[in-house]
């Protein structure tokens, strides 16, 4: 049953474009390698990584002088994340991010970072409930098992 409300949850954010079919894969892995905790392993990293790069971004940004070297590393570790957990639209943004930095453009770097931070904070809070469903399992499961 749990397992049934998990997918549901992610076929909802699937026909919502929020992601795409990454999540199932990641979770296939996790089955065939016998390692019932990597999608919360997984999510875990993407909401500490991403919050301490979106923190990074906005200093980078309101800099005088931005560094976009360290702009297009914050954005491609936030793109990278979002990648592996199925977060195609916080991708999309990330993506769009380190083309204006790569570009040096720094208007077009404000625009695609605000585009960032919406997409990564409604990512953020889809994979906070996802991560509650994904310890859910792995309780019942351990419960069987004990």
């Given at each position: 049953?749990?397992?049934?409300?998990?997918?549901?949850?992610?076929?909802?954010?699937k026909s919502e474009g929020i992601m795409d079919?990454?999540?199932?894969?990641?979770?296939?892995?996790?089955?065939?390698?016998?390692?019932?905790?990597?999608?919360?392993?997984?999510?875990?990293?993407?909401?500490?990584?991403?919050?301490?790069?979106?923190?990074?971004?906005?200093?980078?940004?309101?800099?005088?002088?931005?560094?976009?070297?360290?702009?297009?590393?914050?954005?491609?570790?936030?793109?990278?994340?979002?990648?592996?957990?199925?977060?195609?639209?916080?991708?999309?943004?990330?993506?769009?991010?380190?083309?204006?930095?790569?570009?040096?453009?720094?208007?077009?770097?404000?625009?695609?970072?605000?585009?960032?931070?919406?997409?990564?904070?409604?990512?953020?809070?889809?994979?906070?409930?996802?991560?509650?469903?994904?310890?859910?399992?792995?309780?019942?499961?351990?419960?069987?098992?004990?």
């Amino acid at each position: 049953m749990t397992q049934q409300r998990l997918q549901n949850y992610v076929d909802t954010l699937k026909s919502e474009g929020i992601m795409d079919g990454e999540y199932e894969e990641s979770r296939k892995v996790q089955n065939e390698t016998n390692l019932p905790n990597l999608m919360m392993d997984l999510i875990n990293s993407f909401l500490r990584d991403g919050d301490n790069s979106m923190r990074e971004l906005a200093d980078l940004l309101t800099a005088r002088n931005v560094d976009f070297s360290k702009v297009t590393t914050a954005a491609h570790l936030i793109k990278g994340g979002g990648n592996s957990l199925g977060g195609c639209r916080v991708v999309a943004a990330a993506r769009a991010l380190v083309n204006a930095s790569l570009n040096q453009d720094k208007r077009s770097c404000e625009t695609s970072y605000e585009w960032v931070v919406n997409e990564y904070y409604h990512f953020r809070d889809k994979l906070r409930t996802l991560y509650q469903m994904e310890r859910a399992i792995v309780n019942t499961e351990s419960r069987r098992r004990g």
